[in-house]
């Protein structure tokens, strides 16, 4: 069944399936008489809800047309307008409407990430409801995914999409990628700044020079073992003369033996001189095999010797095939992004990789008492050959009222007609202007590549990150109702869009003793 997920509610309801996905399952427990009530209860909801229905279903699925869209980098999901925008490195590719959390189970405004892709779930929360393309971003079970749009909030926590555009960003997506769920409608800006973490010089090429040499060592290491394989079949080969060569020898030594014994028991000169020949054979018999198991023996001994030199030579190439692989294994991993944290509210920095923690440290931030907002910088492209990359933010500031209003339609109705609000960029290099990384601490931290991103924010890590997660920050200043509403019961296993070999923790992150839910 997998880990708990929320579905869309009630409205979200088997019936409702996915053209792009076959639907299994035909539980038994839905009967018709239930199917009746959940129609009419269907048709209720669509009266009361017409007008906005309506003026979402004009609304189609935007991709951007003036060039090629690259590979998504973030989505950023607008709780105020409804809307969901995906970007790529050079702006926005994506954009369709979406349904959040109603009252009481919100969408939680906040910083995650995708870490769990499945193209056809159920949810074992809600009656086994049906969420094609569920792309997963906390594991207390809030998810992007295919689902009904009625016009308004109207999940149990998830973010509904159109079916055809789950589908779609389903395809395009990968693990890792940043989503965003911001109480209004905000867009990335890019940004310079010198506190910008860049890449390690010469970390692409050290990168591209481990790999050539694990390549060499596995050629090497290939090569040793064909030259074993074959001194071993050249040594089995020498092996046959000498095994025939004292075979005979024996046999000639057995004759010998009887000629003896004839000789010593022979009555008549006859017999004896008989006996005495066939012991003269046997003798130069001997004497010829003898010499045929040297020479066969001495042919033998290099091919042995060969053998012992050429497994030596197979077992040192191994070994230095796997030294390079590791260190190709580490190389690459230094190219991989790298997340880092800074929380007001710890005072501390937090790094992550591969979801993975693998750094915390103290971090000084300047007037520590007065909020610096959230920010989400993120590296989008490489620059100067590998040697700079190009930053951009997003800033995550509360809704205008202070309070998310999910249910007030024409304020999102008018919010799905204009672009996303471009991040004022003054705020966002403030905050790095207050913060005061110690140089130990940066020289630890790996080389900045595109998708790596670094997070200020007032806000501590979430308790959502943990284990196979990426950094999850929630704001507190919003409605969290679809995370509070939720089992917080730990999965049973963990399923990825790639096999990963990971064991299970649960509680604070980076530091003990860990705590269940």
Known sequence: MGVPIEPA???????????????????????????????????????????????????????????????????????????????????????????????????????????????????????????????????????????????????????????????????????????????????????????????????????ATRRAEADEAAGKADQARLASAKAYRESTQAMMPVRVADNLRRRAETQLATAEAALGSAASPESKEQAERTKAQAVTRIAELQEQWAAAKAELQPKLDAVTAAREAALAAENARIAAAEAARQAARELAPVSVLISRKNQRLYVRRAFEPVLESPVTIQDPDRPIGTHVFTAIEATDGGSGVRWTVVSLESSPVGTAEPHDLARGRKGREVEPKKTEPVGAAAALDRIVIPPDVLDRIAGITPRSSLIITDEGPSSETSKGTEFVVLMSGEPQGGIKMRRRAPPSEYRYARSRDRRLFWGRPFAGPFSTW
Not at 40 to 45: D, G, P, Y
Not at 75 to 103: C, E, F, H, M, N
Request: net charge positive.
């Open 9 to 207: 509610g009630p409205a979200d309801g088997r019936r409702m399936i996915s053209r792009f996905v076959k639907h299994k399952r035909n539980p038994t427990r839905w009967r018709p008489a239930y199917l009746v009530i959940a129609a009419l209860a269907a048709l209720i909801a669509a009266g009361d809800h017409a007008g906005a229905k309506g003026a979402r279903s004009t609304r189609s699925i935007e991709s951007v047309q003036s060039r090629i869209a690259g590979e998504p980098i973030m989505a950023i999901v607008s709780l105020q307008d409804q809307r969901i925008t995906v970007y790529d490195a050079r702006g926005w590719i994506l954009r369709a409407p979406v349904s959040s959390g109603q009252r009481g189970r919100e969408t939680p405004a906040g910083i995650f990430s995708v870490i769990e892709k499945e193209a056809e779930h159920y949810s074992n929360l809600y009656d086994d409801a049906y969420m094609p393309h569920m792309q997963r971003i906390t594991w207390s079970g809030i998810a992007l995914h295919g689902g009904p749009l009625p016009g308004y909030p109207a999940s149990h926590g998830c973010v509904r999409m159109p079916f055809d555009f789950a589908a779609r960003l389903f395809d395009d997506t990968r693990i890792g990628l940043r989503v965003i769920v911001a109480p209004t409608d905000v867009a990335p800006t890019e940004i310079a700044h010198p506190a910008l973490l860049q890449p390690k010089p010469g970390a692409i090429a050290l990168a």
